[in-house]
């Protein structure tokens, strides 16, 4: 049926909001390559990019019964992916703000080759670590950190107890700063704060 219905985007988007998942399936393959060319020149960066499409498909999903009222589809997608990438510029700012001050104090003298590399290094462990997490304890810590959902609507959407949730996102975090040293982390946020001032 989805087969015969490969181009009609109405009938998809009823069938998706009704909890259809080949039919969404279907609507993220036809979507997917627009949206990364538009949301890479944008971030410049693939791996804000890959984030920013799963963050919306991961909200389409979540907010699937409101699917079917959604007029002129492309038009709702790319205008989520531009205040996705907004808001993952705001978060970069957020976080590079609490850290100047205290890299402002610091003689660290900036090798651009060297730290770029050190970055790319310390950031592609960090979503290895996360990429590595147990498929359940993975999606909680995304869902919580990324898609900024409080515990007790983790657990409503995952039919799980609020608890269960916490001890999810806490081992998460134990696991990621047992695996990611600290100095580690700050280098990701130095590194954001002098690309920020560029």
């Known amino acids: 049926m989805i087969t015969k219905l490969l181009y009609d985007e109405n009938e998809l988007l009823e069938l998706a909001s009704s909890g259809n998942e ?13 949206l990364y060319g538009y949301l890479f020149r944008l971030t410049e960066s693939n791996e804000i990019t890959e984030d920013i499409i799963q963050e919306i498909f991961l909200k389409l999903w979540k907010d699937k ?3 079917v009222n959604i007029v002129q589809f492309d038009a709702y997608l790319f205008r989520m992916a531009k205040n996705q990438a907004i808001n993952a510029f705001k978060n970069v700012a957020r976080q590079t703000m609490l850290y100047a001050e ?33 498929p359940q ?31 999810h996102i806490i081992q998460a975090l134990n696991t990621i700063k047992h695996k990611l040293k600290y100095q580690a982390a700050m280098y990701i946020f ?4 002098i690309m920020l001032k560029k």
């Open 137 to 167: 304890q993975k999606l909680i810590f995304k869902l919580s950190r990324e898609q900024y959902l409080k515990h007790d609507e983790i657990a409503e959407m995952l039919n799980l107890s609020p608890s269960t949730v916490k001890n």
């Open 65 to 67: 019964s409101e699917l």
């Open 102 to 134: 205290y890299f402002d104090t610091q003689n660290i003298e900036v090798n651009s080759t060297d730290n770029m590399i050190q970055f790319d290094e310390t950031q592609k462990l960090l979503k290895q670590i996360i990429e590595n997490l147990p």
């Open 22 to 34: 080949q039919a969404f399936a279907t609507l993220f393959h036809a979507y997917k390559k627009k």
């Open 190 to 193: 130095y590194m954001f704060w």
